[in-house]
């Protein structure tokens, strides 16, 4: 294993050839025993162009960890070699031995792949120099959800490839443009890219459907371009809804005196149609205390929500995703999205 880094500042890449010794064992928290930080590994295969699989860009979401350390078990120590060369990008390494997102200091990793001066900026526009010049077959990168939500992918480009390569995980598929600064979207520009969204982190069930897709993509010759033949749903994400800044979140059945309660079941919601009407909390404020942004960065809330004697409702008809229950994705990131059935 030969390691070379280059430093942005506070940030270091490192770069090493052939998979750390110890790396199928290691648990995700000891990760920063065996990586210095941000590292992109190859493991050299028998077939070129390389795949890129990210993982890790929230140090938190750890499904994709656990099945790479599985299907990547046959290759460790460089006796084997699997179907084609890998690009592995370990991200927020640090992050992820505290078992969070990110720390409050730094911006999140997948928010970092369209240019901008800060280190972690630098560093993701040079790991995209280093992935253009190798030529990549496909981007994988691997997520988990804080709320409930059906295994899904995420697309950047609605093209009969990048459908395939997300079909070869679920056939529900969310096209999305916003947020822009997303990995997915920065490989899109070169190579079919795909955003996996597996569940909850850690669960088993999520880890070896992760498993048995990796192995499909490694294997693969070519993302099919044709048409896929098998029935999916397209839905495209219009709008994100965030607290208001002064806003404080409760979830329950009873409105807390000061703050938004919104329901118990919040996330149950996610990638079901939600009729004009819907109630989803209180609101002991003016407004909602919700704020919805469209893919330009307008205020639409008033299109979806509205307060009816204190309560929040829907205004037109919606499909959720991602909505989550967790206080400091909801402060970090946002509370979800909405979306539409896309029809190209
Ligand atoms: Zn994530």
Same mark, same amino acid.
């Given at each position: 294993m030969v390691?070379v880094t280059?430093?942005?500042g506070?940030v270091t890449?490192?770069?090493?050839d052939?998979?750390?010794?110890?790396f199928?064992?290691?648990?995700?928290?000891?990760?920063?025993?065996?990586?210095?930080g941000? !590292?992109l590994?190859r493991?050299?295969g028998?077939?070129e162009?390389p795949?890129?699989i990210s993982?890790?860009l929230?140090?938190?979401?750890?499904?994709?960890f656990?099945?790479l350390?599985?299907?990547?078990?046959?290759?460790s120590?460089?006796?084997?070699?699997?179907?084609?060369?890998?690009f592995l990008?370990?991200g927020n390494v640090?992050a992820?031995a505290?078992?969070?997102?990110?720390?409050?200091?730094?911006?999140?990793y997948?928010r970092i792949?369209n240019?901008?001066?800060?280190p972690?900026?630098?560093?993701?526009?040079?790991?995209l120099?280093i992935?253009?010049k190798e030529?990549?077959?496909?981007?994988?990168d691997?997520?988990?959800?804080?709320g409930?939500?059906p295994?899904?992918?995420?697309i950047n480009r609605v093209t009969a490839?990048?459908?395939?390569?997300?079909?070869?995980?679920?056939?529900t598929?969310v096209?999305f443009?916003?947020p822009h600064e997303?990995? +997915?979207?920065?490989?899109?520009g070169f190579?079919?890219?795909?955003?996996v969204e597996?569940?909850? +982190?850690?669960e088993r069930?999520?880890?070896?459907?992760l498993v048995?897709f990796l192995?499909?993509?490694l294997?693969?010759?070519?993302?099919p371009d044709t048409q896929p033949?098998?029935p999916?749903s397209?839905?495209?994400t219009?709008a994100?809804?965030?607290?208001?800044?002064?806003?404080e979140i409760?979830?329950?059945?009873n409105p807390?005196?000061?703050?938004?309660?919104?329901v118990e079941?919040?996330?149950?919601?996610?990638f079901?149609?939600?009729?004009?009407?819907?109630?989803l909390g209180?609101?002991?404020y003016?407004n !909602?205390?919700?704020?919805v942004?469209?893919?330009?960065?307008r205020?639409?809330?008033e299109k979806y929500?509205?307060?009816?004697? +204190?309560?929040?409702r !829907? !205004?037109?008809?919606?499909?959720p995703s991602?909505?989550t229950k967790?206080?400091?994705?909801?402060?970090?990131?946002c509370?979800?999205?909405?979306?539409?059935?896309y029809l190209?």
């Amino acid at each position: 294993m030969v390691m070379v880094t280059e430093s942005f500042g506070r940030v270091t890449l490192s770069k090493m050839d052939g998979l750390p010794a110890g790396f199928e064992v290691i648990p995700v928290t000891g990760l920063d025993t065996l990586l210095p930080g941000p !590292t992109l590994i190859r493991i050299r295969g028998r077939k070129e162009p390389p795949l890129f699989i990210s993982v890790l860009l929230h140090g938190n979401e750890i499904s994709g960890f656990l099945a790479l350390q599985e299907v990547l078990k046959p290759f460790s120590g460089g006796k084997a070699q699997p179907a084609r060369t890998i690009f592995l990008f370990i991200g927020n390494v640090a992050a992820s031995a505290k078992n969070i997102r990110r720390f409050a200091h730094e911006p999140d990793y997948n928010r970092i792949w369209n240019g901008g001066k800060l280190p972690e900026q630098l560093m993701a526009h040079r790991l995209l120099d280093i992935m253009k010049k190798e030529g990549v077959f496909a981007c994988i990168d691997m997520h988990n959800n804080t709320g409930k939500n059906p295994h899904y992918s995420c697309i950047n480009r609605v093209t009969a490839e990048f459908l395939n390569l997300a079909l070869l995980f679920s056939p529900t598929i969310v096209f999305f443009t916003e947020p822009h600064e997303v990995i +997915s979207k920065a490989f899109s520009g070169f190579c079919p890219s795909v955003t996996v969204e597996c569940g909850l +982190s850690g669960e088993r069930e999520g880890t070896g459907h992760l498993v048995r897709f990796l192995e499909l993509c490694l294997q693969m010759d070519k993302v099919p371009d044709t048409q896929p033949e098998i029935p999916y749903s397209l839905f495209h994400t219009t709008a994100k809804i965030s607290l208001r800044e002064e806003a404080e979140i409760f979830f329950g059945k009873n409105p807390e005196s000061s703050g938004i309660t919104l329901v118990e079941n919040l996330d149950s919601l996610n990638f079901r149609h939600q009729e004009p009407g819907t109630f989803l909390g209180y609101s002991s404020y003016e407004n !909602t205390g919700l704020l919805v942004t469209d893919n330009r960065g307008r205020d639409v809330t008033e299109k979806y929500f509205a307060l009816d004697r +204190s309560q929040i409702r !829907t !205004t037109k008809h919606i499909i959720p995703s991602m909505l989550t229950k967790d206080k400091t994705v909801i402060r970090q990131d946002c509370l979800g999205y909405i979306m539409e059935h896309y029809l190209p």
